[in-house]
């Protein structure tokens, strides 16, 4: 315990100057407090483990804490977090799936490469414990550690989802558009009935589990179309998607096979998609423009939006064909449609919808459909489930 004095520990002291004050004054107050006093390094890091345990109360996760880290502050905060986080978690005899994976996720830190002085090693620390202690409660997505796990996942993920990860990393990876757009649509198709043949073992009783949720980051810049593009994602994968745009994240709500689904999908859309907004905004450069900022905005709300048309339209073409396969699938689908939308009003009562601006550059807005339309074909229907 370090020294007490008038008005407690030293790290009672100089969180009282640091954390509460309405401006940034105590920081260096705090700071001096803890750099003068090595003996309170200990009850320092327990604080530390403390709000962190706090914000999994309040609903956030692993990879919600770093992002918001990595967003207001900067790479010494992050790395100090994600000691707080791992040592936390391993406390821990239970962690949930999701957890343990954004763990495994995070970076191992770096040795430094000079030495910190004690001052700003401090000062990183209580800007830090500032942040999470100003953080907001939001809406829990999952269980918390150490909480009872009644049906763990089984070891490893389904062919099906392997599959579609490879093809999409190699849709990505590739120089060739005509090869992309392959790889994409097969991974889409694959999805399709990925989720389909979820249904079916559900309602036959393989499954009693309801709809869950995950957390997706958006990150700046251009916010408002990726948001769009992970809306149209989550809406052809039978999922809901509500956009947090203060805190940088959307809240997707689903059976846990969709909500993987939309994660790799969404991911994989975003990577082509900036690349092919580079790759039009250097022909737009090289002929003269210099407009780059309307020209990406209006790529990227183009591109979501033409993305959005193609995936609904995917979606109704795989589900109608299997459903004139299999006329009991109908009210299967249905039931978990209404059993996502209920759980996704339950947890976000009031909505709003959010006003989106226009796009203001004709280039960026047919770069970007022609972009969408690369990234997606429709699949034939040779390759769908045989109709009746």
């Known amino acids: 315990m370090s020294a007490g004095?008038?008005?407690?520990?030293?790290?009672?002291?100089?969180?009282?100057?640091?954390?509460?004050?309405?401006t940034d004054a105590g920081l260096d107050t705090g700071a001096s407090l803890l750099a003068a006093d090595p003996s309170c390094d200990t009850e320092l890091a327990l604080r530390g483990h403390d709000l962190i345990t706090q914000a999994w109360e309040r609903g956030w996760q692993p990879a919600d804490v770093i992002r918001m880290v990595r967003r207001e502050l900067a790479e010494p905060h992050v790395r100090l977090a994600g000691e707080l986080v791992r040592v936390q978690l391993g406390r821990y005899a239970q962690v949930p799936p999701r957890w343990r994976e954004q763990v495994d996720a995070l970076a191992e830190p770096e040795p430094s490469g000079r030495a910190e002085d004690r001052f700003t090693r401090a000062t990183t620390v209580l800007e830090l414990y500032r942040l999470l202690l100003r953080l907001p409660a939001i809406e829990p997505v999952g269980p918390v550690p150490g909480a009872t796990v009644h049906a763990p996942p089984p070891h490893g993920e389904p062919k099906a989802l392997t599959r579609i990860r490879a093809l999409l990393v190699k849709a990505e990876r590739t120089e060739?558009?005509?090869?992309?757009?392959?790889?994409?649509?097969?991974?889409?198709?694959?999805?399709?009935?990925?989720?389909i043949d979820e249904a079916v073992l559900a309602a036959g009783g393989r499954s009693a589990d309801g709809p869950g949720a995950c957390r997706i980051g958006v990150d700046a810049p251009y916010e408002t179309s990726k948001a769009i593009l992970l809306d149209a994602v989550a809406s052809a994968n039978h999922c809901r998607a509500v956009w947090n745009g203060e805190l940088g994240?959307?809240?997707?709500?689903?059976?846990?096979?969709?909500l993987e689904a939309v994660e790799l999908l969404y991911t994989s859309?975003?990577?082509?998609?900036?690349?092919?907004?580079?790759?039009?905004?250097?022909?737009?450069?090289?002929?003269?423009?210099?407009?780059?900022?309307?020209?990406?905005?209006?790529?990227?709300?183009?591109?979501?939006?033409?993305?959005?048309?193609?995936l609904a339209a995917t979606a109704r073409q795989v589900e109608e064909s299997a459903e004139r396969a299999d006329d009991s699938l109908?009210?299967?689908?249905?039931?978990?449609?209404?059993?996502?939308?209920?759980?996704?009003?339950?947890?976000?009562?009031?909505?709003?919808?959010?006003?989106?601006?226009?796009?203001?550059?004709?280039a960026g807005w047919q770069d970007g459909t022609a972009a969408a339309d690369r990234a997606h074909r429709t699949p034939s229907r040779g390759a769908l489930p045989p109709t009746s």
Request: glycine share 6%; no cysteine.
């Open 5 to 22: 004095h008038a008005g407690g520990t030293t790290v009672e002291r100089a969180l009282a100057a640091a954390l509460y004050a309405q």
């Open 176 to 195: 060739f558009p005509d090869e992309a757009e392959a790889l994409s649509a097969k991974a889409q198709e694959l999805m399709a009935l990925h989720s």
């Open 249 to 258: 994240f959307s809240t997707v709500v689903g059976f846990e096979p969709d």
């Open 269 to 310: 859309l975003l990577v082509q998609g900036t690349a092919a907004m580079t790759r039009a905004e250097a022909a737009q450069r090289a002929g003269g423009r210099k407009r780059t900022k309307t020209f990406r905005q209006s790529f990227l709300l183009a591109y979501a939006h033409r993305l959005g048309d193609l």
């Open 330 to 362: 109908l009210p299967v689908l249905a039931t978990r449609a209404v059993a996502v939308a209920d759980r996704a009003d339950e947890m976000f009562p009031r909505t709003v919808r959010a006003r989106v601006r226009g796009a203001t550059d004709a």
